[in-house]
């Protein structure tokens, strides 16, 4: 999921030079296109209140394949990612990233959405 979608292109009427600032908001890049895992898992629990269960399940693979990369090695659970390539970006590790994930995988398992204290970390 992007935090901005189309993003947001030099000369454009919304464009502000201050989005150059260390390059972060480039177009698909950090807030300006660049995907959002912690978004993605906000959209996922959407869908399953919706009771789009199958599209749910979907978009939790693509959440997946999101925080299986990483640059040094597999789930990293990076900040964001480049809106065009999916390269990771960002920091990685972050703690958001993968909650919201857990989070969204407990409520595509349950088919509803479920109250953050009926999740248990413990499946053993």
Same mark, same amino acid.
């Given at each position: 999921? +992007?935090a901005v979608h189309?993003?947001?292109?030099?000369?454009?009427?919304?464009? %502000?030079?201050?989005?150059?600032?260390?390059? =972060?908001?480039?177009?698909?890049?950090?807030?300006?296109?660049?995907?959002?895992?912690?978004?993605?898992?906000?959209?996922?629990? !959407? =869908?399953? +209140?919706?009771?789009?269960?199958?599209?749910?399940?979907?978009?939790?693979?693509?959440?997946?394949? =999101?925080?299986?990369?990483?640059?040094?090695a597999e789930w990293?659970?990076?900040?964001?990612?480049?809106?065009?390539?999916? %390269?990771?970006?960002?920091?990685?590790?972050?703690?958001?990233? !993968? !909650?919201?994930?857990?989070?969204?995988?407990?409520?595509? %398992?349950?088919? %509803?959405?479920?109250?953050?204290?009926?999740?248990?970390?413990?499946? !053993?």
């Amino acid at each position: 999921m +992007k935090a901005v979608h189309p993003a947001v292109q030099i000369g454009e009427r919304d464009w %502000r030079d201050y989005y150059r600032v260390r390059g =972060l908001n480039l177009p698909h890049q950090y807030h300006n296109g660049g995907i959002w895992p912690f978004i993605g898992g906000f959209y996922v629990v !959407a =869908l399953v +209140k919706a009771a789009q269960l199958q599209e749910a399940q979907r978009a939790l693979e693509r959440l997946a394949d =999101l925080a299986r990369q990483g640059r040094q090695a597999e789930w990293e659970f990076d900040e964001w990612f480049h809106g065009e390539s999916g %390269r990771p970006m960002g920091f990685s590790f972050q703690t958001w990233s !993968a !909650a919201m994930y857990v989070y969204a995988y407990e409520c595509v %398992r349950a088919q %509803r959405a479920i109250e953050l204290e009926e999740i248990s970390l413990d499946h !053993a």
